[in-house]
């Protein structure tokens, strides 16, 4: 009997399957995720002994271990160690073979005192762990050792920094973060930037025309006299630079135009027919996903790295943390026929098409998100079929790796210019799908909506049916949300695919930032924190130093450095400029977020406040005055289905976690960890 060492349950229930269906004399155990970790409570890092780190196994998981181990003295099992492929994945495959000695740790490295079979997969079918076990390997100790790095790095900021945060602001809740507090640092100043940005107003025209049988045709006023009325304008800003377009039409002239554009005569100057193409995107990386999967379905990072976790522990999906276009030759000439028989054979390649990361530091060797099946509703192992929140992202993985793989769409576009007797331009564009190729699975909307493109020729009559003037004024910088926060932190190479999630939940947990209409808005704590710490700290927390760390950490994970130096480097000078903070005997006020409603009590201002359970309102004269106001988040239209009471968000005092309970607590103590209700007549 073979033990096989998996971190999830729901990847030990798809290797059971697989396994079983195949006859395999194995066994499959779950550690449910990490279990020997540096503890809490302390830094645990002893600075002497080259950074060595104190390892122990967290009380919880004592019982898991204690079966581990009579699992395999019991049964004298062979054992084969099977985490994920990345570092986290590695670096829970180290302490596995630790606890069931294979190996002893000799600071910072260790040696192997028995042979260990370690075996890696970018899917979990059939083909793929069969190829596996018939080829395992060893620990690879460069990503181990990677591992150790960053969590090192971070306990050392998070350790050393917070405490001077909260000698600094009085409270001894908050927490800095290596990476986390330039996520913060990201959007703080963004809001900044978008608070100092002077808005110009000016007007845009829309022409709406008559052409031949046409009526309402809009064109774009474009220039006049061959001058032309928009202008782009580029400012530089902490996280790069923005360029936004505006037009020099003011107030005054915007009258001028009008009154001309009321007169004169129309023709049209100029048709233009041209052929282009249009092609598909990449396949998903760990950001793209993330971003597309915001946009289109306005899932959270966090939520979609879960959703992506399950889909690969059942095996309908490639390991999802990545930042690789590729993909494996299996799968494209697969892809193929697939595309061919579902499409026909016009929409296949003659050869498959490759893509080009601009990532930085990207692993090459590693596969692009795509799926395992070529099906669009794939069954789970209980052979239902996927639904819900799963098949919305499996769709969207499904189609993208499809349509990689298909021919490009053909356009036509039309470019008919009207021009006015006083020389004013007007431009309209049209486009015609000639052939919609990728766009069949990407975009058929797009499709329906471009069958035709209206044919004008210089000799159309032209008659105007009205002058259309818009005000605008020229747009601030945007505000991030959860996907361009994402693409701003790879631009940077801030993190990596595996830590955008918990960098924008951290944030967020800890009130630094709120979501206002599905974009951060960086609270008053948030900003005193992000300008204390960069004021404090400017090399730590500037972007191009956090990228460069990031780098180094690649480089361990290649061999290229040696662990110990790239801390030693980091902690000198870290540590100089910590002494340097510390003699400092000043404090921090947070700026008071004062509301327009009154204290029952006293009659001041209320506010809001940051304490360790969140923002909550309470009077501005504390201490004098210690009223708190109880605010609740409801779920609309919901009410409780034991005493009829609203439905209100809670969160656990313990460990944060976030449910959903009836406001008559404690007389009624109606509670879920679900959003939605369970359908009272399931079974």
Not at 4 to 21: C, G, M, Q, W, Y
Not at 569 to 582: Q, R, S, T, V, W
């Amino acid at each position: 009997m073979t033990l096989i060492v998996v971190e999830s349950p729901t990847k030990a229930r798809t290797f059971n399957r697989i396994l079983k269906d195949k006859g395999g004399n194995y066994e499959v155990f779950a550690t449910v995720g990490h279990f020997r970790d540096i503890p809490a409570g302390s830094l645990n890092i002893d600075y002497t002994q080259n950074f060595k780190p104190t390892y122990e196994v967290s009380a919880e998981k004592q019982k898991v271990v204690q079966k581990l181990l009579e699992l395999v003295t019991k049964h004298n099992h062979d054992v084969i160690l099977a985490t994920d492929e990345d570092r986290e994945g590695e670096s829970i495959t180290y302490h596995i073979a630790y606890v069931l000695g294979y190996l002893e740790e000799k600071w910072p490295d260790f040696v192997f005192t028995r042979d260990l079979k370690r075996i890696v997969f970018h899917e979990i079918t059939p083909k793929a762990l069969f190829e596996a076990l018939e080829n395992p390997t060893q620990i690879r100790t460069n990503l181990v050792k990677a591992q150790q790095a960053r969590r090192i790095l971070d306990r050392v900021v998070g350790y050393e920094l917070s405490p001077l945060l909260w000698k600094k602001l009085g409270k001894n809740w908050l927490s800095a973060g290596r990476v986390q507090t330039v996520g913060l640092r990201i959007i703080v100043e963004r809001e900044k930037e978008i608070k100092s940005f002077a808005q110009e107003q000016y007007f845009q025209f829309t022409g709406v025309f008559a052409l031949g049988d046409a009526h309402g045709v809009k064109a774009k006023l474009l220039s006049q006299n061959n001058v032309p009325f928009e202008s782009k304008t580029q400012i530089s800003l902490f996280a790069g630079d923005y360029e936004y377009t505006k037009t020099t039409i003011d107030s005054a002239k915007r009258d001028h135009i009008l009154r001309d554009l009321q007169e004169g005569s129309y023709q049209i100057s100029h048709v233009d027919v041209s052929e282009s193409s249009k092609y598909p995107p990449p396949p998903y990386t760990t950001s793209l996903l993330q971003i597309d999967a915001y946009q289109k379905l306005r899932y959270p990072s966090k939520l979609t790295m879960k959703l992506a976790q399950t889909l690969y522990e059942r095996g309908l999906i490639t390991y999802h943390r990545t930042d690789s276009f590729n993909l494996s030759g299996n799968f494209v000439f697969k892809a193929k026929d697939y595309i061919a028989k579902t499409y026909g054979s016009e929409y296949t390649l003659d050869k498959p098409r490759g893509f080009k990361t601009k990532s930085k530091g990207a692993q090459q060797a590693h596969e692009a998100i795509r799926p395992t099946k070529f099906e669009k509703h794939p069954k789970t192992s209980k052979g239902k079929r996927l639904s819900g929140e799963l098949l919305k992202l499996y769709s969207l993985i499904f189609n993208r790796a499809i349509a990689c793989q298909m021919a490009e769409a053909k356009m036509k576009i039309g470019v008919c210019h009207i021009t006015h007797s006083q020389g004013y331009l007007f431009e309209k564009v049209s486009e015609q799908v000639v052939f919609d190729g990728f766009l069949a699975v990407l975009n058929p909307t797009y499709v329906e909506r471009h069958r035709e493109l209206p044919t004008y020729t210089t000799q159309t009559p032209v008659a105007l049916e009205k002058i259309e003037s818009e005000e605008h004024f020229s747009k601030a910088p945007p505000r991030y949300n959860d996907g361009s926060l994402v693409r701003i932190l790879e631009e940077k190479g801030i993190g990596r695919p595996s830590t955008y999630a918990s960098i924008i939940s951290n944030i967020q947990d800890r009130q630094y930032v709120v979501c206002d209409k599905n974009y951060f808005v960086p609270t008053s704590l948030g900003t005193a924190i992000s300008d204390y710490l960069s004021n404090a700290f400017p090399t730590l927390f500037d972007l191009n130093f956090t990228a460069q760390m990031e780098e180094r950490l690649d480089h361990i994970e290649a061999e290229q450095e040696n662990l110990v130096d790239v801390l030693t480097n980091f902690y000198a000078p870290f540590k100089k400029e910590l002494d340097e903070k510390k003699t400092d005997t000043t404090t921090l006020e947070v700026k008071q977020d004062l509301l327009d409603e009154t204290c029952p009590e006293c009659g001041k201002n209320l506010m809001y406040r940051y304490g360790k359970y969140g923002k909550f309102t309470a009077c501005s004269g504390f201490p004098t005055c210690k009223f708190i106001k109880k605010t609740y988040k409801y779920l609309e239209g919901e009410v409780c289905p034991q005493c009829g009471g609203k439905i209100i968000i809670r969160y656990s005092l313990k460990t944060r976690k976030r449910f959903y309970g009836c406001e008559n607590y404690p007389t009624c103590k109606y509670a879920r960890f679900t959003m939605k209700a369970p359908n009272p007549q399931s079974p």
